[in-house]
């Protein structure tokens, strides 16, 4: 499996590429980056962090790849500096997806029911026509409320699957539990096991997973729990480990729960 990973360099903080890489590795593709912007941190509780937009870059980087006719079963979206870089990424998708392969778009925007830093509504409308370009969207409860409007995650999820075939949000707390939703023939949800407080990066360590999972062969729903586990197990050891969670997960000892998965 050939994957491509569209996302931003955060020089520190474990997120977009430094954690795609090796979770997409591990579920045995060979990955390719086309990076978005370079920061010295991610933009979550850090402060005077560098920000270098790179769409100039992107687009000589695609003109070269045409030159070697690279194509890809697989392209993972998730951070994107500009609304001009996503109206690039539709195009990076018709050029270089295979005719039978999967895009999975992570609408990164927000958290905490928040816009992240330099995004905002319009920003968010954009990324809801990204969207509609998808086989698969990974939304948060924040992002699905910031596309759709709706608080009820049921409800987003039924207005996310008019627009994309199958969407997912990765994370729903309910009065009876804290679920994942998705939608494939109907609106389904899998109960998720909660640990109490927010950890930075644990959406990029389950959209990673998730689409070298998918890309890799694994049904949807097996996709979807191998991910929760690989995500929970990677949590469990954060929450133990790393005093201050703006510096992301520690997934890298529970990436074998991916590495035995495709070995099956
Ligand atoms: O984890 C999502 C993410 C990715 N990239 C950058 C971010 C964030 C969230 O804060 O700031 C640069």
Same mark, same amino acid.
Not at 60 to 88: M, N, P
Not at 190 to 198: A, D, Y
Not at 239 to 259: A, F, I, R
């Given at each position: 499996?050939?994957?491509?990973?569209?996302?931003?360099? %955060?020089?520190?903080?474990? !997120?977009?590429?430094?954690?795609?890489?090796?979770?997409?590795?591990? !579920?045995? $593709?060979?990955?390719?980056?086309?990076?978005?912007?370079?920061?010295?941190?991610?933009? +979550?509780?850090?402060?005077?962090?560098?920000?270098?937009?790179? @769409?100039?870059?992107?687009?000589?980087? *695609?003109?070269?790849?045409?030159?070697?006719?690279?194509?890809?079963?697989?392209?993972? =979206?998730?951070?994107?500096?500009?609304? $001009?870089?996503?109206?690039?990424?539709?195009? /990076?998708?018709?050029?270089?997806?295979?005719?039978?392969?999967?895009? /999975? /778009?992570?609408?990164?925007?927000?958290?905490?029911?928040?816009?992240?830093?330099?995004?905002?509504?319009?920003?968010?409308?954009?990324?809801? %026509?990204? !969207?509609?370009?998808?086989?698969?969207?990974?939304?948060? @409860?924040?992002?699905?409320?910031?596309?759709? +409007?709706?608080?009820?995650?049921?409800?987003?999820?039924?207005?996310? =699957?008019?627009? *994309?075939?199958?969407?997912?949000?990765?994370?729903?707390?309910?009065?009876?539990?804290?679920?994942?939703?998705?939608?494939?023939?109907?609106?389904?949800?899998?109960?998720?096991?909660?640990?109490?407080?927010?950890?930075?990066?644990?959406? @990029?360590?389950? $959209?990673?997973?998730?689409?070298?999972?998918? +890309?890799?062969?694994?049904?949807?729903?097996?996709?979807?729990?191998?991910?929760?586990?690989? !995500?929970?197990?990677?949590?469990?050891?954060?929450?133990?480990?790393?005093? @201050?969670?703006?510096? +992301?997960?520690?997934?890298?000892?529970?990436? %074998?729960?991916?590495?035995?998965?495709?070995?099956?």
């Amino acid at each position: 499996m050939r994957a491509l990973a569209i996302n931003d360099i %955060s020089c520190v903080g474990k !997120c977009s590429l430094t954690v795609a890489l090796p979770v997409l590795s591990a !579920c045995g $593709a060979t990955v390719d980056i086309l990076p978005t912007a370079l920061l010295s941190t991610h933009t +979550g509780g850090f402060t005077g962090y560098t920000f270098l937009p790179l @769409d100039d870059e992107m687009k000589k980087i *695609c003109d070269h790849w045409e030159t070697l006719g690279l194509k890809y079963d697989v392209i993972q =979206s998730g951070y994107l500096g500009s609304r $001009a870089q996503i109206g690039f990424v539709k195009e /990076v998708k018709k050029r270089f997806l295979k005719e039978n392969g999967l895009f /999975v /778009v992570d609408p990164v925007l927000g958290d905490n029911f928040t816009f992240y830093k330099g995004f905002d509504e319009a920003f968010a409308k954009e990324m809801l %026509s990204l !969207c509609a370009e998808a086989d698969y969207i990974l939304p948060n @409860d924040t992002e699905a409320y910031l596309l759709t +409007g709706e608080r009820d995650m049921r409800k987003a999820l039924i207005a996310l =699957s008019k627009v *994309c075939p199958h969407p997912v949000i990765t994370g729903a707390d309910e009065k009876d539990g804290y679920f994942l939703y998705y939608y494939e023939n109907g609106e389904k949800r899998l109960p998720l096991k909660k640990v109490e407080g927010s950890f930075h990066g644990a959406g @990029d360590v389950f $959209a990673a997973s998730f689409s070298g999972c998918i +890309g890799g062969g694994f049904s949807f729903e097996r996709a979807l729990s191998l991910s929760a586990e690989f !995500c929970y197990r990677s949590i469990l050891r954060t929450e133990k480990e790393v005093p @201050d969670k703006k510096y +992301g997960m520690n997934y890298e000892k529970e990436l %074998s729960v991916l590495t035995d998965a495709f070995k099956e």
